[in-house]
């Protein structure tokens, strides 16, 4: 439905960045899970600003308080309400963009759709609206605790990582401060954006995605297909601007011999190019897909812009803004991520007499 | 929901590559437009098989028919069902593959799914499902009138089309089999596929989509942004790995300064890195995404795979198929573009009390 | 989703009186089950028209053909896709009522909001729409086999059946043409509309519908309760006016004290005036509802009425016509009853990780 | 949706009785209303418990917080997410029930569908979640500021409103503590739920609901037809057991002769059985239904029933109970039909290519 995510399982989530707070209403989600609230506060931790010198230097404790659907500990079954108050908004940061067009922001969008917008910040398009979804991913790692779900920054700028994920250790993503399990990359991803910030500039990257163990028939046939859903999550991330799964662009320069994934004996792959999924439908197979970001269109230098009415005017960044929104993105991919599997995960409950 | 695109006006589909026919139902269609039912079997026939050397010779008249929602020629606002049968089915041809799963082909995740499948040809799983798509996409052009969307193949292999799209002449699209409007580069191209067919092989690539003329407002502002139901209805195409819109992966290499779109005095913007989209929201500048194609598993050429029992077989694609799923392609991205626009303006007529 | 019944699985229709044929999709409707169509054949034949005396002489094979979704007899879990002809339209029995409005048709209210109609007898407004719902109804039994779902005519205009459902034996529901399992007030139904016809009139009266095995759990709790997914059902059939489950309105006539239903120690309760949901939840006993139905509106009489420009017009029901549309539609509500059964019995096999 | 009110406005709610707070999200409200936040807090107060003698004697301000979707007074066209605290929780009075079932309660359902439940009261099946629906209610009015929509009590227990509505002064509904605009019949409805509650007894009763000034166009065709959307909505209220509307029931007992509604030279009709809905479409005559609501479940008396193990035990209500939940739904009532209405409004706005 409209503004909300998923089909069956479902978040609808509200919140502006200067508003008093973002919450979401989790539907549909099963009873009977305990629920370890500290590991609900860690992802909300690796999405924080504040977190370290690369990201925004706002404060925010970005605790989540649960209204509902949580009794002595387990899901109730019913609605899961949550709330994330905020505490550090400086709207006064805003007043000199109110009646201005920032380039590359939804400030002129939002104007012309609605004949207002909310000024203060991004308003409804700031990417703070993010918290919701690690909130509602978090609580479906929970659900597919099975599954290994894993994110890391695999470029920033023209700084990739080279290896492929196989090689990767992933317990080492969160050693370093950009989220890069490849210690060298890593370095020097960090001070690629140390520079950037320092020019008061910007940076954009990429982010991968591996998730590991998922069981085969995952995903749906005709408009729901598992990379479908997959993809639609992540390009409403603010920043994103493109989602290849598999071989992705790379594929498309590739013939069919190259391409295929033969089958070994017990029916897994011996190459993966297709990514863990066939037809739409995972196939037990890792599932590994990537998603580019823009840089934060926020920059600490003046830019030529236009007011309400056209007139030029210089708008610069003030405040605090991150120079690179990589790090802080990757628990929010894999969120979504979770929560994508964890509707499918159900819908697929029922869709096979033989699982009665 | 599940299975349906779009949100407000929305398809659902049935059909099977070997069933009687496929079809589909388009509910909340706007009353009152007068349909050209030429303009729908053209786009039938630009994605029709055997219309050219370089796609699949099999041969089907692929005409809709009607079935309700048009009275005297004009739409009546209430569901419109359509079918198109299916003629040309060699059923035979497939007897081979029953008990076999074929590489990079959905035998394997539905049998595991659904604990059986439709074994003649790809069943479910067959890319004949876009012919509905088409069908969709073609009446919502004619709703979108005032809106041009001009898709292309920008690449097949390695053989890109190096040209901005700016500078290409889209009415050269259908003056060449391959539907590369740079007439150089589809020679190029043409060539490629006809080697490429000749070694019983397949070759992937990408399609590339400009759209013109969206008003300012289209898409909303959470979970259905413009980009993200463009990206999900692209990624639910049968060979597509991949979707980046405006900079795409590009962008994620680059900075802010470089990145962002200033603004000129009459709202439009100096660059379009943003590819028409802020917030989620179209601004009025030109649309255009990019969708990557993997080459079609169907190879005519002996492969190692395994059966149900997980024997070791050789299987090999008979009958048939297309060497380069491309140039066929093109109408389906088209008119699913269309059809997520049309949805997403039509919801656009009620988020604002000032047009009421 | 708007003009769709079902949340998970799901049923969109089209269709209208004169077009081609009706149809609809059934989405996500479980792999695996076989299917016997003669049961299916024969709900359609309950509700087919000239089957007796005292219903419509039109004659319709009403045959339904599946499109999709079925192979090899069984289900395969993607959409089901079918269609039903029409064959005995007689386009010219409508042809005084083009430019007219019908007395409590929907002749005015589609003109109004769509601008135009399709004239043809109601178009779409017509009551062959049920169609549909039975043939997918039908399905729904079969998957539901453990459920019984017994529909009968409890009332024809004054005349009730007065004994309650549990004395009835529902295997006499269709030894008469009524469809009342009490032999004496089916003679007496059957007279009443006999009378009825003669005069050129018509006749309301009530559906009464029983269901016997409902597991414990079925419904959903805020706005998706199982009585509320059964009323919207109903509501939707051309001629309902009115819904009531359990007490009903008598309930609202009683104390408390009368009124809660008392547990038995193994959870089943003394009396039933809930009517088998609490909290919107099945609790195990019967399920009950009742259907009040207007009288057809077509009678074979003038009337007064009004053209297009407001100018008084004599109209008079030509053709031919239920004078009681009652015995045809007790298999319209066991399918729909049937169908949103179904539809959240699968939903319930996702609220509990102790299912899983 | 699932759990979810409305197909394009729609409202998601969460709250339990003994929970921390009540809330919900209405999305796709429309941007550029001036909102009145006293005509909000004037339906909470409606609805308010301890609001006269003939009501439960709980104590709680029901002050709602919006926390997004309104800046400067006017609805900005995102997501409007509201809280209403809980304040006056008095677990205690439910730890003599933990673990048994009240009759007519939902606590043996929930057990058995979700495996727990919170026990507190009603939990998630407490009445207080109409809270939610009354807050998105009265914005919905303020949207249809044209449309007027009057509730009020017509029965309690045996005692009728007999005046038809036509005749009632709906500016006197408020002057008494039961909402019955007929001050005789109020007096009377009065002394009889005084003389239920000295019994610590409950009775149920009767809402009629008028709607005046619906455009002509409003409700969906198929399965979405106003008055299905109107009774689902009054179904999903916690002790409604039906719903009827024109002519209801009685219609049910009527000939086509004395139902059918004769047009007027203007379109208006002589009669209106039909309750301003032709074809699941407003006619622009008043829309009106009656809701049946049963006694309150909980009963200041012993009843006997049975704990989780099915062993007999004698459950007594205490606490603060209403004796007859009428007066206090009338603004539920109305303002789920306000809610109903506005989002079939919306979608209205799309339907004709003539309004764009």
Chains 1, 2, 3, 4 share one sequence.
């Not at 905020?86 to 002129?108: C, L, M």
């Not at 492929?164 to 969160?174: A, G, M, R």
């Not at 297909?225 to 320069?253: H, P, R, T, V």
């Not at 830019?303 to 210089?314: A, R, T, W």
Request: aromatic share 8%.
């Amino acid at each position: 439905m409209l503004n909300t995510l998923g089909n069956l399982l479902s978040l609808t989530t509200f919140g502006e960045s200067h508003g008093l707070a973002y919450g979401g209403i989790i539907n549909n989600f099963p009873a009977g899970l305990t629920i370890d609230l500290n590991k609900i506060q860690y992802e909300l931790d690796r999405r924080k600003p504040g977190q370290s010198a690369i990201v925004t230097q706002r404060k925010e404790s970005d605790t989540v308080q649960f209204l509902s659907g949580i009794f002595d500990g387990k899901t109730t079954g019913t609605p899961i309400g949550f709330i994330i108050e905020n505490e550090n908004q400086k709207s006064k940061d805003y007043d000199h963009i109110a009646g201005s067009y920032r380039p590359s922001h939804a400030d002129f969008t939002y104007d012309q759709k609605y004949g207002l917008r909310d000024y203060r910040g991004g308003g409804k398009s700031s990417a703070r609206e993010t918290i919701n979804w690690v909130v509602a991913g978090a609580l479906a790692k929970q659900l597919l605790s099975d599954i290994e779900i894993n994110a890391y920054v695999s470029s920033v700028g023209d700084i990739f990582c080279e290896k492929p994920y196989q090689v990767l250790d992933f317990s080492q993503t969160e050693s370093n401060e950009v989220r890069c399990p490849d210690a060298e990359t890593a370095q020097k991803m960090i001070e690629r954006i140390k520079e950037i910030k320092k020019e008061g500039n910007t940076i954009g990257g990429t982010i991968t995605c591996v998730i590991k163990n998922v069981p085969v028939g995952i995903g749906e046939p005709v408009f729901s297909k598992l990379q479908a859903e997959l993809g639609k999550a992540m390009l409403n991330i603010n920043a994103a601007k493109g989602f290849e799964y598999g071989s992705g662009f790379c594929g498309a320069k590739m013939t069919g011999k190259e391409h295929n994934d033969l089958f070994n004996e017990d029916f897994t792959t011996k190459s993966n190019l297709s990514g863990g999924i066939q037809g739409g439908i995972s196939n037990g197979m890792d599932i590994y897909f990537r998603v580019a970001f823009k840089p934060v269109a926020t920059i600490l230098r003046p830019q030529e812009s236009v007011d309400k009415e056209g007139n030029p005017v210089i708008v610069e960044g003030k405040g605090r803004h991150d120079p690179c929104v990589l790090p802080r993105a990757v628990p929010v991919v894999e969120s979504l991520a979770a929560f994508v599997l964890a509707d499918l995960f159900l819908i697929n409950k029922t869709r096979n007499i033989n699982n009665f």
